[in-house]
C-alpha cells in the first residue's frame, strides 16, 4: 500500500462529511473542527498532540488520529467546499512579502483588538502600513461607523507612531451599488472598500450589480466580491470575465479576503481576474490582532493564480497607493 499523506484540507473534508452523518453535539463538533482545520499553522499529520489544535478535543484527536494512520482521504469536496487554502498549505508556500494588510477592522466596529493593537502586530510583522477598515452604519448586524464617528477615529489614527495607518472604511453597498458615507466623508479618507452583506444567496445572475458597485466613483476596492463562506453560501454569481473587464477598465480593485472561511476570491476567479489585468487588493479581514497572519493564506491564492506582482496594491508604496486612490476617484 502506498503511504497517503493526510492533509489538512483532508481533514476538514471529512469531517464536514461525518457532521452531515452525525447529530447533536458531534454533528457540531465535526463542523466546526471542519471550518478550524483552514486555520491549523501546522499540518495535523506532523504534530504529536493533535489537542493542541483549535477546535480538537480528545474525542476528535482520536478520530483524526486513526484517519492519519490509516491514509483515509475523502472524495472531491462539494462546490460548498470547493477551492480553498488551508493556513498550513499557505505557509509550506514559497511567498512574496507584501507592504501591508489592506482590510481590518477594530473596535471601533465589531473588531476584538484597539486600533493601536493592530498597529503593534502589524509592526510586528514588519509592515509600512495598514488599512483600518472598520463597517460603515448601514450595516446594522454590527455598530458602524457613521461621517461623525469616522472623523472621531481619525484623531486616534493620527496618534499611532511606527507605521502609517490609511484613514479607510469598509463601506456597505446596497444591491445598486450605492454606499452609505456623505461624499465628503468619503473624500477625507485614503482608501474606501465596499462591499454587498445583504441578498448574498441570490441565485440570479448578478452582474449588473457588480458592473453599478465598479461605477460607483468613491469606491475603490470591491471587498470580498462573492459573499461566500465555507460550508454555509456558495456567494453571488455573475459574468466574471466581464465584471473583471470592467472593473480594470475603471481602473478599480477587487479583494482577496484571506479569512480562512471566506477565501474570496478564491484561486478560479482570481485566475480570469489576472486574464482581464484588473488590480488585486490582499486583506486579512482580521477581527482580532492574531487574525494577520492569514494574509499568508491571500498571497498563496495570489501565487496559485499568477497574479503579476505589479496588480497587486499591497506591494505597492503607501504614497503610490494613496495617489492611485486618488486619481481612481
Ligand atoms: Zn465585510
Not at 507592504?99 to 509592515?127: C, F, N, P, V
Not at 463601506?171 to 472598500?193: I, Y
Request: net charge negative.
Amino acid at each position: 500500500m502506498d503511504d497517503v499523506v493526510v492533509t489538512n484540507a483532508h481533514i476538514a473534508e471529512l469531517c464536514a462529511v461525518e457532521a452531515e452523518r452525525h447529530e447533536g453535539n458531534k454533528a457540531k463538533a465535526f463542523k466546526r473542527a471542519s471550518r478550524k482545520a483552514f486555520t491549523w499553522p501546522m499540518e495535523a499529520a506532523t504534530v504529536e498532540e493533535l489537542t493542541e489544535l483549535d477546535g480538537v478535543g480528545p474525542f476528535l484527536s482520536r478520530v483524526i488520529a486513526e484517519w492519519i494512520a490509516e491514509g483515509t482521504t475523502p472524495d472531491e469536496p462539494p462546490p460548498l467546499r470547493r477551492d480553498f487554502i488551508t493556513f498550513a498549505e499557505a505557509r509550506a508556500m514559497k511567498r512574496f512579502g507584501v507592504r501591508g494588510d489592506l482590510q481590518m477592522h477594530s473596535t471601533w466596529s465589531d473588531g476584538g483588538s484597539s486600533i493601536d493593537e493592530m498597529a503593534d502586530a502589524a509592526k510586528a510583522r514588519g509592515y509600512e502600513y495598514i488599512a483600518m477598515t472598520d463597517h460603515s452604519h448601514g450595516l446594522r448586524i454590527v455598530k458602524g461607523l457613521d461621517e461623525a464617528a469616522l472623523d472621531r477615529q481619525a484623531g486616534e489614527i493620527a496618534k499611532v507612531e511606527g507605521i502609517r495607518v490609511l484613514r479607510s472604511i469598509e463601506m456597505n453597498l446596497s444591491p445598486s451599488g450605492e454606499g452609505d458615507l456623505e461624499p465628503s466623508a468619503l473624500a477625507k479618507l485614503d482608501l474606501v472598500l465596499g462591499s454587498f452583506h445583504s441578498q448574498l444567496r441570490k441565485k440570479e445572475d448578478q452582474t449588473e450589480r457588480y458592473l453599478a458597485a465598479i461605477a460607483n466613483p468613491h469606491v475603490h476596492v470591491h471587498a470580498h466580491p462573492r459573499g461566500r463562506i465555507y460550508n454555509y453560501r456558495m456567494g453571488l454569481s455573475a459574468d466574471w470575465p466581464r465584471v473583471f473587464a470592467a472593473a480594470a477598465e475603471a481602473d478599480k480593485a477587487l479583494e482577496i479576503d484571506c479569512y480562512p472561511d471566506r477565501q474570496d476570491l478564491n484561486v478560479d476567479l482570481l485566475r480570469i481576474a489576472r486574464k482581464e489585468g484588473v488590480r488585486i487588493s490582499i486583506g486579512t479581514d482580521s477581527h482580532w490582532h492574531p487574525q494577520l497572519e492569514w494574509i499568508d493564506i491571500g498571497i498563496a491564492a495570489a501565487i496559485k493564480a499568477r497574479i503579476p506582482r505589479d496588480r497587486i496594491l499591497n506591494l505597492m508604496s503607501a504614497d503610490d497607493l494613496c495617489e492611485w486612490a486618488a486619481a481612481a476617484r
